[in-house]
Nanobody, 117 residues
């Protein structure tokens, strides 16, 4: 089992920045992808950004150039730096860790991000 604990989030004005952090613990496998998904009311959960053990990144088109995902492999943490926030970034953000080549996947409890003036 793997446990994920998220921190950060909250309320931000449009154009401002927020940072999300997630720490993984437990039986962490070697070939992992860590990342962030988000779910807005009435919508499906969607990938925001993820990063492999090797540092390869993948971003949703809507956040490219505004969000940056990074990880500390030694500490098993993943961070999402969000800049130039927009109201349509409002959602519950979920941390995820999964096997890069396999079905095993775990989720955090979610953290609310609200962008509003």
């Amino acid at each position: 089992q793997v446990q994920l604990v998220e921190s950060g989030g909250g309320l931000a004005q449009p154009g401002r920045s927020l940072k999300l952090s997630c720490a993984a613990s437990g039986s962490i496998f070697g070939d992992t992808v860590m990342g962030w998904y988000r779910q807005a009311p009435g919508k499906q959960r969607q990938l925001v950004a993820d990063i492999t053990n090797g540092g390869g990144t993948n971003y949703a088109d809507s956040v490219k150039g505004r969000f940056t995902v990074s990880r500390d492999k030694a500490k098993n943490t993943v961070t999402l730096q969000m800049s130039s926030l927009r109201p349509d970034d409002t959602a519950v953000y979920y941390c995820n860790i999964r096997r890069q080549f396999g079905p095993e996947s775990y989720w955090g409890q979610g953290t609310q991000v609200t962008v509003s003036s």
